[in-house]
Nanobody, 124 residues
Framework: DVQLQASGGGLVQAGGSLRLSCVAS????????VGWLRQAPGNGREGVAC????????LYPDSVKGRFTISRDNAKNTVYLQMDSLKPEDTAKYHC?????????????????WGQGTQVTVSS
């Protein structure tokens, strides 16, 4: 079974930083794109970062570009999301997600599996 265990969320003041981690198991981590999706109450799911499997190409929407950085450690089956200059509008539950291809982009519909997520709350 595919398992995705995210951690690192919490409460932070605006302008602060958090680093999320997600350990994956149950599939060939090296071969697929992985990403981070977020969902705030009353909102749809939004892709905030993705990283491809072949050359590590990254992609971000304008809402987080320059503030969020995704990375992966294939030896540890782990994907990270470094979030800097956090804003109250970044408050959401963050889920790591797995695509069935080597590239995926930030469209949540491109991801086949996602984990339970970790809550990020940014106070003003």
């Amino acid at each position: 079974d595919v398992q995705l265990q995210a951690s690192g969320g919490g409460l932070v003041q605006a302008g602060g930083s958090l680093r999320l981690s997600c350990v994956a198991s149950g599939f060939d981590f090296d071969d697929v794109a992985v990403g981070w999706l977020r969902q705030a109450p009353g909102n749809g799911r939004e892709g905030v970062a993705c990283i491809g499997s072949e050359d590590g190409t990254t992609l971000y929407p304008d809402s987080v570009k320059g503030r969020f950085t995704i990375s992966r450690d294939n030896a540890k089956n782990t994907v990270y999301l470094q979030m800097d200059s956090l804003k109250p509008e970044d408050t959401a539950k963050y889920h790591c997600a797995v695509a069935l291809s080597s590239v995926a982009g930030t469209d949540p519909n491109n991801y086949r599996y996602w984990g339970q997520g970790t809550q990020v709350t940014v106070s003003s």
